[in-house]
C-alpha cells in the first residue's frame, strides 16, 4: 500500500487475503444465500428431507432446519454468522429457524440488486429495520388471544409443527400427548421442555405404541433379582452418594497382625454398610435411586430389606426424579428423614423390547414426565423426536404469551401488503429498501407453494387478492393451491414464532450489510515439537 510519500506502507501481514467494497459484499450475500437455498425445500408440510451423513458413517434423515444447519461444516464466515443467527432463533423459540434463514437469504438476495443500483448499504439497513418494526406491529394486530384451558386449539398449534415429518397418520395423538405433557409441567405459563420431559426412544413397536408417563422412566434396571420388581405406593429415596465399600488410598497403611483382625476389618466396614441400609429402610424408604456405584454387599442388605434399588443415575434424571415424586436429593443417607421421600403410586422393572428399565408412574402432581417412542429404527426415531421437540416448543410458546396467528403463510402476506402500503409514504431512498422487504416476506407463501408442486405466481396473486379484501387469515392450501382460511382449517403458530424469525432474518440480513472488508489470514503450519507429526499442525485463519 502506497504512502504519502510514494514508499509502501504495510499494513496487513505479507500473506493475508483481503476482499473489500462491493466484491466483499457480493461474496458475503452468496455465503448467505448458500445457507439459506439449503434449507429452502425443507419448508412446509410438503418440505423434502435431507440425508446428512457423519464422518464416522452415522445417517440422519431429516427435514428440521435446525438440524441441517447444525450438521453442515461450514466454513464461511459469513454463512457462519448466518448459522449463529438460527441458533439463537432456536434457542429463544424453539421452532422457526429454517423461516428466519430463507427470510435472511431474501433480504440479502434482494438487497444485493439495490446494491448493483448504486444504493447505500446504510440506506438498505435503515430501510429494513424501519420495516421490521412495522412488520411487529402487523403480527401484533392479527394476533388472537387464546387459553391454557383451550386445548383443542393448542392441539392444533402442536398438530401445525408437526406436519411435514412423517406422522401425520397419528398427528392426533401425539399432539394430545404434547399438550398433556406441557401443560403437567408449567410453572407460571413457563415450560422448560429440556429439564421436565423427557423423550426416550425405543426401536422396536410402531409410532402408535408411543405413550405418556406422569412421572419418570429410566434406562435402568434392578440391581439384585431379589429385589422386588414392582412397588406400589413407592418411598423414593434419592441418594447422590455412594453405598460401597470405600477404596483405601495408595498412601493408606493398615497393620494386621492375625486372622482376625482381617475378618474384624471387614466385617466392620459391612457393618458400616449394614447400618445406611437400615438407615434408608428406617425412614419408610421402599425404592433406592443413587447417583453413584451400589457395591454387592450394599445390594445384598437392601435386597434383605425388601428395598428396590438401582445406581448410577444421571444427574438429569436424578433432578427429574425430584420434581416428578416430590422427593429431595440427600447427600448423607445416615441423616435422611421420612420428609425427604419421594412418593409414586408404582415402581416397577419392566423389559420394553429388549431394553430393562424402570418405570416411575402415578406421581401426585409431578413437575417432569416421559413420553416414550417406539419405531423401526434410530433414524426414524431421532426424526420424531425432533419433531415432538418442536411442538413441545410452540406449545410452551403458546403457554407463555397466550397469542397466536393463522399459519400457511398468511402473517407473512399480510406483513407484506401493510409494508408495502407503507413504502408509499416514504419519500427517501430508503422506500425502496422497505419495498424489498416486502417482496422478500412474500418469499414463504411462494416456496410453500414450489415445494408442493403449486404454480407459485398463481397461488401468490391468489393470496394477494385475498388479503387486499380483508381476508387477513388467507393462507396457501397446500393440497389445492386455493387461498384458504387458515383459522378455519386449524393451522395456527405462535405470534412469537413469527415475530422472532423477521427479527432474526433482519438482525442477519443487516449484520452482512454492514461489512464491506473481509481480512483472511494466511494458514500458516506450525512446527512441531520433537517426535511430534507435522500433519496435525495448522494455523487456523479467521
Known amino acids: 500500500m502506497a504512502g504519502l510519500s510514494g514508499y509502501p506502507v504495510i499494513v496487513v501481514k505479507e500473506g493475508q487475503k483481503r476482499e473489500a467494497g462491493k466484491d466483499a459484499q457480493h461474496k458475503n450475500i452468496m455465503a448467505a444465500r448458500a445457507v439459506a437455498d439449503a434449507v429452502r425445500t425443507t419448508l412446509g408440510p410438503k418440505g423434502m428431507d435431507k440425508m446428512l451423513v457423519s464422518n464416522t458413517g452415522d445417517v440422519t434423515v431429516t427435514n428440521d432446519g435446525a438440524t441441517i444447519l447444525w450438521e453442515l461444516e461450514i466454513e464461511h464466515p459469513v454463512a457462519k454468522m448466518i448459522v449463529e443467527v438460527a441458533r439463537a432463533q432456536d434457542d429463544e423459540v424453539g421452532d422457526g429457524t429454517t423461516t428466519a434463514v430463507i427470510i435472511a437469504g431474501e433480504l440479502l438476495k434482494k438487497a444485493e440488486a439495490l446494491l448493483d443500483r448504486g444504493i447505500h448499504p446504510t440506506i438498505i439497513v435503515q430501510g429494513y429495520r424501519q420495516a421490521a418494526v412495522r412488520a411487529k406491529e402487523v403480527l401484533e394486530n392479527m394476533a388472537m388471544d387464546i387459553s391454557s384451558e383451550d386445548r383443542e386449539m393448542l392441539a392444533k398449534i402442536a398438530q401445525t409443527a408437526m406436519t411435514g415429518k412423517g406422522i401425520e397418520v397419528l398427528k392426533d395423538e401425539l399432539s394430545r400427548i404434547c399438550v398433556d405433557a406441557a401443560i403437567a409441567v408449567q410453572e407460571?405459563?413457563?415450560?422448560?421442555?429440556?429439564?421436565?420431559?423427557?423423550?426416550?426412544?425405543?426401536?422396536?413397536?410402531?409410532?402408535?405404541?408411543?405413550?405418556?408417563?406422569?412421572?419418570?422412566?429410566?434406562?435402568?434396571?434392578?440391581?439384585?433379582?431379589?429385589?422386588?420388581?414392582?412397588?406400589?405406593?413407592?418411598?423414593?429415596?434419592?441418594?447422590?452418594g455412594t453405598l460401597e465399600l470405600k477404596k483405601l488410598g495408595t498412601d493408606a497403611k493398615i497393620s494386621i497382625k492375625d486372622v482376625e483382625g482381617?475378618?474384624?476389618?471387614?466385617?466392620?466396614?459391612?457393618?458400616?454398610?449394614?447400618?445406611?441400609?437400615?438407615?434408608?429402610?428406617?425412614?419408610g424408604a421402599n425404592v433406592l435411586?443413587?447417583?453413584?456405584?451400589?457395591?454387592?454387599?450394599?445390594?445384598?442388605?437392601?435386597?434383605?430389606?425388601?428395598?428396590?434399588?438401582?445406581?448410577?443415575?444421571?444427574?438429569?434424571?436424578?433432578?427429574?426424579?425430584?420434581?416428578?415424586?416430590?422427593?429431595?436429593?440427600?447427600?448423607d443417607i445416615m441423616q435422611i428423614t421420612a420428609q425427604d421421600l419421594g412418593q409414586a403410586e408404582l415402581v416397577e422393572e419392566r423389559k420394553v423390547?429388549?431394553?430393562?428399565?424402570?418405570?416411575?408412574?402415578?406421581?401426585?402432581?409431578?413437575?417432569?414426565?416421559?413420553?416414550?417412542?417406539?419405531?423401526?429404527?434410530?433414524?426414524?426415531?431421532?426424526?420424531?423426536?425432533?419433531?415432538?421437540?418442536?411442538?413441545?416448543?410452540?406449545?410452551?410458546?403458546?403457554?407463555?404469551?397466550?397469542?397466536?396467528?393463522?399459519?400457511?403463510?398468511?402473517?407473512?402476506?399480510?406483513?407484506?401488503?401493510?409494508?408495502?402500503?407503507?413504502?408509499?409514504?416514504?419519500?427517501?431512498?430508503?422506500?425502496?429498501?422497505?419495498?424489498?422487504?416486502?417482496?422478500?416476506?412474500?418469499?414463504?407463501?411462494?416456496?410453500?407453494?414450489?415445494?408442493?408442486?403449486?404454480?407459485?405466481?398463481?397461488?401468490?396473486?391468489?393470496?394477494?387478492?385475498?388479503?387486499?379484501?380483508?381476508?387477513?387469515?388467507?393462507?396457501?392450501?397446500?393440497?389445492?393451491?386455493?387461498?384458504?382460511?387458515?383459522?378455519?382449517?386449524?393451522?395456527?403458530?405462535?405470534?412469537?414464532?413469527?415475530?422472532?424469525?423477521?427479527?432474526?432474518?433482519?438482525?442477519?440480513?443487516?449484520?452482512?450489510?454492514?461489512?464491506?472488508?473481509?481480512?483472511?489470514?494466511?494458514?500458516?503450519?506450525?512446527?512441531?515439537?520433537p517426535g511430534q507429526s507435522p500433519h496435525d499442525y495448522t494455523r487456523p485463519g479467521f
Open 188 to 240: 407460571q405459563g413457563k415450560v422448560d421442555v429440556e429439564r421436565r420431559i423427557k423423550m426416550v426412544k425405543i426401536v422396536g413397536g410402531s409410532l402408535k405404541d408411543t405413550t405418556f408417563n406422569q412421572g419418570v422412566v429410566l434406562e435402568k434396571e434392578r440391581l439384585n433379582p431379589s429385589m422386588p420388581r414392582k412397588v406400589k405406593g413407592a418411598q423414593i429415596a434419592l441418594f447422590d
Open 289 to 331: 435411586f443413587c447417583t453413584k456405584g451400589i457395591g454387592n454387599t450394599a445390594s445384598h442388605f437392601l435386597a434383605k430389606s425388601g428395598i428396590l434399588a438401582t445406581r448410577r443415575i444421571k444427574d438429569e434424571d436424578m433432578k427429574r426424579l425430584s420434581l416428578a415424586t416430590g422427593g429431595k436429593v440427600v447427600g
Open 353 to 529: 423390547g429388549e431394553e430393562h428399565m424402570i418405570f416411575v408412574e402415578g406421581c401426585l402432581n409431578p413437575k417432569a414426565v416421559s413420553i416414550i417412542f417406539h419405531g423401526g429404527s434410530e433414524v426414524f426415531l431421532g426424526e420424531i423426536e425432533r419433531a415432538f421437540e418442536d411442538a413441545l416448543y410452540v406449545v410452551s410458546s403458546v403457554l407463555e404469551f397466550g397469542t397466536i396467528v393463522p399459519g400457511g403463510g398468511a402473517p407473512e402476506v399480510e406483513v407484506a401488503e401493510a409494508i408495502r402500503n407503507y413504502s408509499s409514504t416514504l419519500s427517501g431512498r430508503e422506500q425502496l429498501a422497505v419495498s424489498a422487504f416486502a417482496e422478500a416476506m412474500e418469499s414463504i407463501p411462494r416456496i410453500l407453494a414450489d415445494n408442493a408442486g403449486l404454480d407459485a405466481i398463481n397461488v401468490l396473486v391468489g393470496l394477494r387478492t385475498a388479503h387486499g379484501g380483508g381476508q387477513r387469515s388467507a393462507g396457501v392450501d397446500v393440497m389445492t393451491g386455493e387461498p384458504t382460511d387458515m383459522l378455519a382449517k386449524g393451522v395456527v403458530e405462535p405470534l412469537q414464532v413469527k415475530v422472532q424469525a423477521i427479527k432474526s432474518a433482519t438482525e442477519a440480513a443487516t449484520m452482512v450489510l454492514r461489512v464491506d472488508h473481509v481480512i483472511a489470514a494466511k494458514k500458516e503450519p506450525l512446527t512441531p515439537k
Open 262 to 283: 482381617l475378618q474384624g476389618f471387614r466385617q466392620g466396614e459391612e457393618k458400616v454398610l449394614e447400618e445406611q441400609v437400615e438407615a434408608i429402610a428406617s425412614s
